[in-house]
Each structure stands twice: as structure tokens, then as C-alpha cells.
């Protein structure tokens, strides 16, 4: 078995977040993300996923070359953690915390929801990406039931804070 190539680009991001628990208390934070990317295997050895022969149902352009093991989800298709992890994070990027199957069922989507669990599991999110998803989450979450502003600015440098 060959060493996975690991490849890795790093960019942080900013973001000041105020919350609004209720008239009048606000708790609010700033966060630096680091995100880091880097090519994911699965574990031949691991006994508790399921591992299946059929191409990748979430990358669109699989290559014929590509031997990679893929893991079965809930719903029946299958993944690699890269490709999952990539649907997942350009969902959350969208605004949306609901993880959905985007693969063809019958020439329909599929849009089984996947438990955040799961995904993380087939996922094989690394510490840094646990964190980035929980994080985001967590802040969607409560943009859709709390009253809540978030300001988000690149870093460029030093950052100044103005605090409202």
C-alpha cells in the first residue's frame, strides 16, 4: 500500500460574530479559522465501514484510474472521505447545515439527510475540519433561531476590532 500524497494549502479567515441571547445581553467572540486541506484515505482495515466496488456517487467526473476505496453512506451510495467532505463543506459554504444525498436515485435526487455523525465518519475529518464544520454549524444553527449578526473580514496583516 502506497503512502497517501498529502497535499496542503493554508488560508485563515476572521470572524466576529455577535449573538443576540436575548433584548439586550449579547455574547459575542472573534474566531480565527484555519483551514487546512489535505488528501484522505480510508482504512482497509476498518471493520466498521462498509466498503463497496461502485464508482464514487458524489464526484461527477470520476477517473478511471482512481482505485480508491469507497465507503458505503446510510442511504446506499457510495463516497471517498474527500469527495464527501467536499459536498459537505460546499453546503456549509451555501448556508445550509442539513447534510442531503445529492446523488441520482431512479433519475431523481436522492436528498437523504445524513446525520452530521455519519459524516464525520466517512468524512475522516481531520481536528481542524471537526472544528470548521461544528463551528459553522453550530453558527447557522443560530442564525436560524436566535437573532444574530456575523461580520467576517480576510486577514491581511493586523486586525482591528470595532466593537459595537
Known sequence: MQEPKVKSSVDYTYSWYVFTLLPGIELTSLKMNLVDEEDKIYDPRDTTLTFVDSPDDLDPLP???????????????????????GWC?????QGNYVFKCPALKDGE???AIWPYREVRRLAALTAEEIE??????????AMEFCDFKAFTFAASGLVSLIIF
Do not use: K, W
Not at 463543506?89 to 459554504?93: E, K, N, W
Open 63 to 85: 477517473s478511471e484510474e482512481d482505485d480508491s476505496l469507497r465507503a458505503q453512506m446510510s442511504c446506499g451510495h457510495a463516497v471517498t472521505p474527500e469527495s464527501l467532505t
Open 89 to 93: 463543506r460546499s453546503l456549509l459554504d
Open 109 to 111: 435526487r436522492c436528498n
Open 132 to 141: 470548521y464544520f461544528e463551528e459553522n454549524i453550530a453558527r447557522l444553527a
